[in-house]
């Protein structure tokens, strides 16, 4: 790998940590040849520190591990991006990363919907002589009426997609498609579980 350690008159590069399973960029961390080759023969992350001017390995004390997955350089060949599995919280203050995010993975929208119904849930949970009137919805219903309806609606939704799936109707199949997977993350959500939870067994299944 052709990196420009040189390009800054400090031997050193930039080198972003991200975690390979949830795509959450956890740490910054700076590189001299010397780390880089150190990493990639003992597959755990060594950086160059500016501060006690030296070699240190990500847990060497603390046991926090980076274990590296892979290791790709940018157009300019001046910045690394390192995907690793991490073990255990990797900022020094105790948080999964060090701008303090909890290291879960995102699915763009459908986390945020994902946010959505938890909050509804919660909600649901509110005895209704409590709920303010614009705290009724749709969601919050279904969760009053128990996981019978809601596992119901998944059922009725999914035979919807299926005679949908056999004709040519794409606006139709679409729509029916995503009232199924509205309900069905309805339906993780009242038995405990998320998106997140179908994904690890997915990829254990492939495993």
């Excluded at 001299?32 to 990639?40: C, D, F, I, M």
């Excluded at 949970?125 to 409590?130: L, Q, V, Y």
């Excluded at 949908?164 to 199949?173: M, T």
Aim: proline residues 2%; contains cysteine.
């Amino acid at each position: 790998m052709d990196i420009d350690f040189n390009k800054n008159n400090d031997g050193l590069v930039p080198a972003i940590i991200q975690d390979q399973d949830t795509g959450k960029v956890l740490m910054l961390g700076y590189m001299n040849e010397e780390a880089y080759l150190k990493t990639n023969e003992s597959k755990k992350v060594t950086f160059f520190s500016r501060t006690k001017q030296r070699l240190w390995t990500k847990g060497e004390e603390s046991g926090n591990f980076l274990n590296m997955v892979s290791i790709k350089l940018d157009c300019d060949k001046d910045t690394l991006l390192i995907k690793v599995r991490p073990e255990g919280p990797v900022c020094h203050k105790g948080t999964d990363t060090c701008w303090a995010e909890e290291n879960s993975a995102e699915y763009g929208f459908l986390s945020e919907l994902e946010g959505i119904i938890a909050s509804r849930k919660k909600l649901s949970e509110t005895p209704k002589i409590n709920r303010q009137e614009n705290e009724n919805s749709y969601v919050v219903s279904l969760f009053d009426k128990g996981l019978n309806k809601i596992a119901q609606k998944v059922g009725e939704e999914a035979v919807e997609v299926v005679i949908e799936a056999k004709d040519n109707d794409e606006d139709l199949f679409l729509n029916e498609s995503a009232d199924l997977l509205f309900h069905y993350m309805i339906l993780l959500k009242a038995k405990g579980y998320g998106l997140e939870d179908i994904v690890k067994t997915l990829k254990q299944r492939h495993k």
